[in-house]
């Protein structure tokens, strides 16, 4: 059974069943039980489950870290959370030489089961220490799972998943999926790591995609069929480790591939794929696989820098079509404001 809810409810709903399953888990983070709830991911834990178990913290990231690794070695399972991602940055030693390292420094006895919620994402300004999107940071780390939801329903699974999973997940939600709304599973649901999900069949060209930028293939899927164009849509869902199958698969069908990464171009994901795709596809291109991807400096702050720094469904149909041979600039897919996914959107920020 599914019902219609937006992913920060199905964060919340995966948060709540995963503390009713094993009182094992806990939850904490700075501003966990503040009136808006992380976004509304964390409200009613505290009241439900008691301080014991859903906590405040202090703001220090690498102290709070390193509680969370010593829980999880001693029997629990925590599950951390920061409002951006750029605040974690303070923890990275915690996360690269212990959380990853443990279980194969000590022959595989150690088991270390936390899952850390890093909140990434633009919109309304955040500018550039408030946007960063590093998974390609975390995912080059051995010891490492880095998952990125697009889907309110992947959310939720693949946040479950990440939980019972016994090695270090890092669990990257963009902050316009927080608002987006999709069918959701009740109950225990839970998705795959490390597998892609191939949410629109096509043959002309494979839009690889991961995170927000998932969101946006759709959209300059739908469009580009009426170009007469037809795109495969890939949502990766796990960057570490990669369905490398699903992908191939999808490439060696269309022979051509747009890769869309919601990081920087230099030393990307999507890099690493095209990368792939040449050494173990190559008899299957038509053509030079391409990407999409934020230019090598900061995130900007002002509107006026912000609009043309972000790719989105124009430019991606606009590439499209010259990878087909066809004109396209695809003018009718951009929006304003440019900042936000939509007129839908209700923050909060």
Partial sequence: MERLTNG????????????????????????????????????????????????????????????????????????????????????????????????????????????????LGRGWGQGPTHSQNLQAWFAHVPGLKVVMPAMPGDAKGLLLESIFDDNPVVYLEHRWLHMTEGNVPVGDYRVEIGKAARLREGKSVSLIAMSYMTIEALHAAEYLEKQGIDCEVIDLRTVSPLDWETVFASVRKTGRALCLDTGWANCSVSGEIIARLSMDCWGALKQAPRRLALPDFPSPTSPALSRDYYPGAADIARVVGEMMGKEINGAELRREPHDVPGTWFKGPF
């Fill in 8 to 119: 920060a409810k199905a964060i919340n709903e995966a948060l709540h069943q995963a503390m009713e399953i094993d009182d094992k888990v806990l939850t904490f983070g700075l501003g966990l039980p503040d009136p808006k709830g992380v976004f509304g991911t964390t409200l009613g834990l505290q009241e439900k489950f008691g301080k014991e178990r859903a906590f405040d913290m202090p703001a220090s990231e690498n102290g709070m870290t390193g509680i969370a690794i010593g829980a999880a070695l001693s029997g629990l399972r925590p599950v951390m959370v920061h409002q951006r991602l750029d605040f974690f940055l303070l923890a990275m030693d915690q996360l690269v030489n212990n959380a990853a390292k443990w279980h194969f420094m000590f022959g595989g006895k150690s088991k270390v089961p936390l899952t850390i919620r890093l909140i």
